[in-house]
């Protein structure tokens, strides 16, 4: 039982739950603001409610479950609330929050809601796009109609479902962190107390979940062929800067002249032109040619673009709704990799090059902030995360030059 504030300096209590509800699935604690600033005021509401909610908490059966205690304590709260504003006046006010109303609202009404705040985020299309599609596939799946519908036990069904439904690792972890960033946002307005998705845990497969990357010899056997050296010198100039920058096809396929300088030699990823996006604020970045790829060949291939009067570096054009720079590009690539043998399905893609970029970083013992860095990952360790310096881009440039391919 703590009486605590908030960065903003708004009083609030924390009770801790019993060790028998938390082993059923309960949440670890319960935060109730007690909205107020004053730290007299908030020591006689801190009183109110513990009086009312530590009985409650410590004596509830958990065999009621979960949904019954959400419920009570709810209304508790709200009894609670009433009372401070009969009271006196409060810096900040408190919100009402009507059980009948928000029972009127189906779970789409909030989940559209969520979609337009996710909006503004500066998120691509594609990326709100799959956010809806996913959280929606949860909806469906557990034929939730309302908010309160959303607990652990159906949360963790959901996880069950996902299991048995045979998709990749990946894709059933996109689903859960979907779907947990709107439960997230429900709790933060007050429709959920207790987040569904806190304790459930997909299993790691190893080796199987990792990420397709080309070997030595299927990049020989790619860049060493006919079609690719028949192939358009955009084409060729894409496929190497993504295997020696390990950068996204979309990333690589909307560069602009001005955004590879020469003179400094650096890369640079950016959504500057009105057309150009990113996946994330860590996808913009600056970062070194490699020297594989800063030759004459490269070189002449910017200057006659430049003197046609260009604006890109390449002719690829963004297409539909998500704004798709890469689509051009990776359906070249398919069809080169048929005509070399390569089996639809189980070979590895243009992403890949990606991939193989990170994995011989790793390869080579590279400090992963670094590697984090040169390809556009958010790095949320604790250490680097929070207090590392973003490194220059001269000391960049000793660790992407270690990477070559005898291709």
């Not at 039982?1 to 960065?7: C, P």
């Not at 009507?98 to 299309?125: C, G």
């Not at 996204?248 to 602009?256: H, N, V």
């Not at 193989?356 to 995360?385: C, L, P, W």
Request: proline share 4%.
């Amino acid at each position: 039982m703590y009486l605590l504030k908030t960065a903003s300096s708004t009083y609030y209590t924390r009770i801790c739950l019993p060790k028998l509800l938390k082993d059923k699935g309960f949440p670890f604690d319960v935060k109730v603001s007690l909205f107020t600033k004053n730290r007299s005021n908030a020591v006689q509401r801190h009183i109110m409610v513990l009086s009312e909610l530590h009985p409650f908490i410590h004596d509830f059966d958990p065999s009621q479950g979960l949904t019954l205690f959400q419920k009570l304590l709810s209304e508790k709260i709200e009894k609670i609330r009433a009372t401070f504003q009969d009271k006196d006046v409060i810096s900040i006010p408190a919100k009402k929050t009507s059980k009948s109303h928000q029972k009127d609202k189906s779970i789409n009404h909030y989940l559209e809601r969520f979609i337009e705040v996710k909006a503004l985020e500066k998120l691509t299309a594609l990326s709100v796009h799959q956010l809806k599609t996913r959280c929606q596939h949860f909806i469906k799946t557990m034929s939730v109609k309302v908010v309160s519908d959303m607990t652990p036990s159906t949360a963790i069904q959901y996880r069950e479902q996902l299991l048995k439904q045979q998709r990749s690792d990946k894709t059933n972890r996109d689903y859960i962190a979907a779907i947990s960033q709107f439960c997230s946002w429900c709790i933060a307005h007050e429709l959920l107390i207790v987040h569904p998705f806190q304790h459930v845990k997909l299993p790691r497969k190893n080796g199987q979940s990792a990420r397709a990357r080309w070997t030595p010899s299927e990049l020989k056997r790619v860049f060493r062929s006919g079609a690719f050296k028949d192939a358009t010198e955009q084409f060729q100039f894409t496929c190497l800067l993504m295997l020696y920058h390990g950068c996204r096809p979309g990333e690589a396929c909307q560069l602009s002249i001005n955004d590879v300088c020469l003179k400094s030699k650096i890369l640079r990823f950016s959504d500057q032109l009105p057309e150009q996006h990113l996946k994330n604020p860590a996808s913009k970045r600056e970062i070194p040619l490699h020297q594989a790829v800063l030759r004459e060949e490269f070189i002449s291939y910017i200057s006659k673009r430049r003197a046609q009067g260009h604006r890109m570096l390449f002719d690829y054009r963004p297409l539909g709704d998500s704004l798709n720079w890469s689509k051009q590009f990776t359906t070249h690539f398919g069809r080169l990799l048929s005509q070399l043998g390569f089996p639809s399905g189980s070979r590895p893609t243009a992403y890949s090059f990606r991939h193989t970029f990170i994995d011989e970083m790793k390869q080579k013992n590279i400090s992963e902030h670094i590697t984090a860095q040169i390809v556009g990952h958010t790095y949320d360790r604790i250490t680097y995360g929070h207090y590392g310096k973003t490194l220059d881009i001269e000391t960049l440039r000793e660790y992407i030059n270690q990477i070559s391919y005898d291709i």
